[in-house]
Structures are given as structure tokens and as C-alpha cells.
């Protein structure tokens, strides 16, 4: 399969930072909850997608073609914003969620497979003083 040029601004382009594969992550998170719902990939033409059609658009790096969230399940993702990080080499979708965006069928790809981590709690500047 040949990908096409991409038709994503040239000022939003050189902004970003690619992987070799021209690649690279997208995290998607619910936009009034913050939660996070899971981790795409990318190229530019997905960004222009995705940015122009209000439906997250991701790079399938398995299958080597572009795919719509909900296209196929029927749990979308509507796009409310996008964010680029402050090194450009990750881009954040705030979405709509409608329905599970794990393939397994969760709400998030991050909701069973929690690893030990030691957890660490700040006081704030005012319990400090007590």
C-alpha cells in the first residue's frame, strides 16, 4: 500500500517530532473526566484526519493502513480538542468516548494490568503547618 502525501498544514508539520517509521504517539483521553482511554499511533496524514473530520483517526503500524475510531465497533471517539506536547513528538485528543475504547471491550485500555509501584504522597504547604 502507498501512502498518500499528506495534506496536513506545513506550520502544524514542522512542529512535530517523528519516529523513524514518520510516527508518532497519540493519547486519547476523555474530555470532561480526564481519564485516559488509550495510546495511538499517528503519522501526519492521521493528525490532518483527525484535526479536519472530528473523528480520531490513528495509523495502524500492524495492519499498515489508517483506521477511524468506530468504524468498525461502532465505539467512536469524537474529537473535542487536540494538544501537541511541548517537545511536538506527542499529540493528546481530548475525545468523546461513546462506548469502550479498548478492543477488549473496557472503557479504557488501562483499566486491568495496574504493576506494583511504589506510590508517593506530597503534603501540601498548609497540612505542613500544622
Known amino acids: 500500500m502507498c501512502v498518500p502525501a499528506s495534506r496536513l498544514d506545513p506550520a502544524i508539520a514542522g512542529l512535530l517530532k517523528r519516529d523513524e517509521a514518520g510516527l508518532f504517539p497519540a493519547v486519547a483521553q476523555q474530555y470532561d473526566t480526564g481519564e485516559v482511554l488509550m495510546v ?16 480520531a483517526t490513528y495509523w495502524s503500524r500492524s495492519r499498515r493502513e489508517y483506521w477511524v475510531k468506530g468504524d468498525s465497533s461502532g465505539h467512536r471517539q469524537l474529537v473535542r480538542s487536540v494538544s501537541l506536547d511541548c517537545d511536538g513528538d506527542t499529540v493528546l485528543v481530548r475525545v468523546e468516548q461513546v462506548g469502550s475504547a479498548c478492543h477488549t471491550g473496557s472503557r479504557t485500555c488501562f483499566d486491568n494490568r495496574n ?15 500544622s
Not at 40 to 55: I, N, S
Not at 115 to 129: C, D, I, N, Y
Open 115 to 129: 504493576l506494583p509501584a511504589v506510590a508517593v504522597t506530597v503534603k501540601s504547604p498548609r497540612s505542613a503547618e
Open 40 to 55: 495511538g499511533w499517528m503519522d501526519d496524514e492521521a493528525l490532518h484526519r483527525t484535526l479536519t473530520t472530528g473523528r
